[in-house]
């Protein structure tokens, strides 16, 4: 669907490290926001996901997704492009493998922070709670 090129089959790799890093930054900012903005008095879902802590969580994870997509698809994007031309400059195309290195580290970084900070978070608040 995505017609990537069979001559860059380091596109895979990269992709699935994107989609283990939203999964569990996503899940961990439902679980940890939810945990610490709980509105347990509330009996309608609908009401609870729209209050502060879904609505925190709606544009962090809005942002989230973003900036873990953006810093990786576009250094990927320019050595995609630049693999497909023979008349490459070898100084150019090495300057971005550095940068897509960057990238894929860099994300996954945020990952990690992203998964354990609101878990962290949530943990705190239930043990808060339940004093």
């Known amino acids: 669907m995505l017609r990537i ?3 860059v089959p380091w596109v895979l790799p990269i992709h699935l490290l994107i989609c283990f890093a939203l ?3 996503l899940s961990a900012f439902a679980v940890g926001f939810g945990a610490r903005f709980p509105d347990l008095k509330e009996n309608s879902p ?3 996901a729209a209050g502060f802590g879904g609505t925190l969580t709606l544009v ?3 942002l989230y ?3 873990t997509v953006l810093i990786t698809a576009v250094p990927t ?3 995609v492009v630049e693999s497909s031309d023979v008349a490459v400059e070898t100084a150019r195309v090495s300057l971005r493998w550095w940068l897509l290195g960057l990238s894929v580290v860099v994300t996954a970084a945020v ?3 992203a998964t354990v900070v609101p878990m962290r978070v949530g943990l705190r608040a ?3 709670l339940e004093l």
Request: charged content about 10%.
């Open 65 to 67: 997704v973003v900036g």
């Open 111 to 113: 990952g990690i922070i």
């Open 23 to 25: 999964c569990t930054g």
């Open 126 to 128: 239930f043990r808060r």
């Open 77 to 79: 994007y320019f050595l």
């Open 46 to 48: 609908a009401k609870i």
């Open 5 to 7: 090129p069979h001559h």
């Open 60 to 62: 962090i994870s809005a």
